[in-house]
């Protein structure tokens, strides 16, 4: 048995595959079959979440064309490492343990992806993802912001 037919054994039983089919049923995606023991469901309706991709089990799900994936193979090799993952953390586990990722993200540095151990296994720029945290990427910015801007003060008066 190839790695990849392992892959999609260990995620089947261990729930993460028939959940990620089920959000897509839930989400009137298209199914195919995909490389490598991946399911890519495109067109999904669902309003969240709100990334162009993700995966849950060997399902890769997207709201966009099914030649979404298929003309981005970085991306879809991002997807595919989390599809590895579940089968690290033991299929559902995965869910919380991201979760906590994300935050951990947020605090650490102002976005949900680039302090993630998750996405950053999955390869950062592989996913779309900034490789430098929203935070820093604020405090690197040559123009302050329009609501950081501060307004001339009018002069003062001479004294007579």
Known sequence: MDRWALKTVVNVVNLSTPLGLMIAVAGRSRL??????????????????????????????????SEFLDSRPALLAHEERHSWQYVFCLGLPMLPLYALGAAWSYVRGGDVGVH???????????GGYPLVSARERRRLSPSPSPSRQQHPRPARPAAP
């Open 116 to 126: 993630n151990p998750f996405e950053r296994l999955a390869g950062l720029a592989d």
């Open 32 to 65: 195919r079959w995909g490389p490598r023991g991946l399911v890519l469901a495109s067109d999904y309706r669902l309003p969240v979440p709100t990334a162009p991709a993700f995966t849950v089990g060997n399902v890769v799900v997207s709201r966009r064309p």
